[in-house]
């Protein structure tokens, strides 16, 4: 199947602080990627979905001022915490749809996940 | 989207059939119905597939009956590592562009 990687794997920055995450898919390109965030012994919200070359798209209740998206590539989706707070400290995963290669389909594939921790 | 309705634990010992079933009484004619295994501090993992009948890969089956409002996933002869979240989701992914809602899923747990 196709691959999806972020990094970094784990981050701890400060109070105030903004931490970047990347996504990336490795063997196929992605018009198209999602971010979720997952609590301890949650399941994955939905948070935005990120469009190559345009404004990301937010769920309800998700502010577009703290979490920014940049989709500058067909296969690098980036998701900027800002003025972190230990409120935000959560595992952020990300996927994308193997939309334009015959073998990924119309599967959609999970980076491994990172988690941020804000002290 | 079609709302997913799936048991909140399972357990099971090694070697034995595991049968997980989702109720998605809502599902619409363009929705394919996807599993997905989740072990913690990991992303979720695709696991199989299908929109009708039976699909079967490598390490699972998918039963779906004519009408479609349910789903079963199967794990033949589990082993301790398949003790994880599964997540049994559906959406039209043409049209949704790929965004997934995810429900509470299913906690499996394979015991010696």
């Known amino acids: 199947g196709a691959v999806v990687s972020q990094h970094p794997s784990w981050v701890i920055c400060k109070s105030g602080t903004s931490v970047k995450i990347e996504c990336r898919s490795l063997?196929?390109?992605?018009?198209?990627m999602f971010w979720y965030r997952q609590f301890p012994k949650q399941s994955l919200m939905l948070m935005a979905t990120?469009?190559?070359?345009?404004?990301?798209?937010?769920e309800q209740g998700v502010e577009k001022d703290k979490f920014l998206i940049n989709h500058a590539s067909l296969t690098l989706s980036t998701l900027t915490v800002t003025s972190a707070h230990p409120e935000d400290s959560s595992f952020y995963i990300c996927s994308a749809r193997g939309g334009r290669d015959r073998s990924s389909g119309n599967t959609i594939y999970f980076g491994e996940g990172s988690w941020l921790t804000v002290v | 989207l079609a709302k997913t309705t799936q048991p909140i634990s399972m357990d099971s010992y090694e070697g034995q059939e595991v049968n997980i079933t989702c109720s998605h009484n809502n599902i619409a004619t363009n929705d394919y119905i996807t599993w997905y295994q989740q072990f913690p501090s990991q992303g979720p993992r695709f696991i199989i597939q299908g929109y009708k009948t039976k699909v079967t890969n490598e390490v699972a089956s998918l039963f779906i009956p004519a009408d479609r409002k349910s789903s079963t996933l199967s794990l033949p002869r589990v082993s301790l590592s398949d003790t994880a979240v599964y997540y049994c989701?559906?959406?039209?992914?043409?049209?949704?562009?790929?965004?997934?809602?995810f429900g509470r899923g299913t906690q499996l747990t394979v015991w010696p």
């Open positions: 989701l559906v959406g039209d992914e043409g049209s949704t562009l790929g965004r997934l809602y």
């Open positions: 063997d196929f390109q992605a018009t198209t």
């Open positions: 990120s469009n190559e070359g345009s404004k990301a798209t937010y």
